[in-house]
C-alpha cells in the first residue's frame, strides 16, 4: 500500500516532477481522498512545482499549503 505523503528533499527539479506526478497516480490508484507534497521551505521552486502539476492535473482538484507551508495538500476527484 502506498503512503499519502512523499517527501521531496534531496531530489532535484526533474526527479520531483517525475516523483510528485506517479504519486498522484499511486493515491488514485490506492482510493486515497488527499494527496500530501512535501516540499519544504527552501526557494519555493519545488512549492511552485507541486502547485503547476496540481493546477494541470484532471486528479487534484482543491489543494492548499500547510499551516507551517513545507507541504502542499490536494484533494483527488474521483
Known sequence: MEKISIDL???RYG???I????H???CV???YSHV???????TGTLRNLTKEIFDK????GE???EHNFIATIGKINY
Not at 516523483?19 to 506517479?22: C, L, P, Q, R, V
Not at 500530501?36 to 527552501?42: N, T
Not at 492535473?57 to 487534484?60: G, L, Q, T
Open 9 to 11: 528533499h534531496g531530489m
Open 15 to 17: 526527479e520531483s516532477k
Open 19 to 22: 516523483a510528485i506526478e506517479n
Open 24 to 26: 498522484i497516480i499511486d
Open 29 to 31: 490508484n490506492s482510493n
Open 36 to 42: 500530501r507534497i512535501v516540499h519544504g521551505h527552501g
Open 57 to 60: 492535473s484532471k486528479f487534484i
Open 63 to 65: 489543494f492548499y499549503l
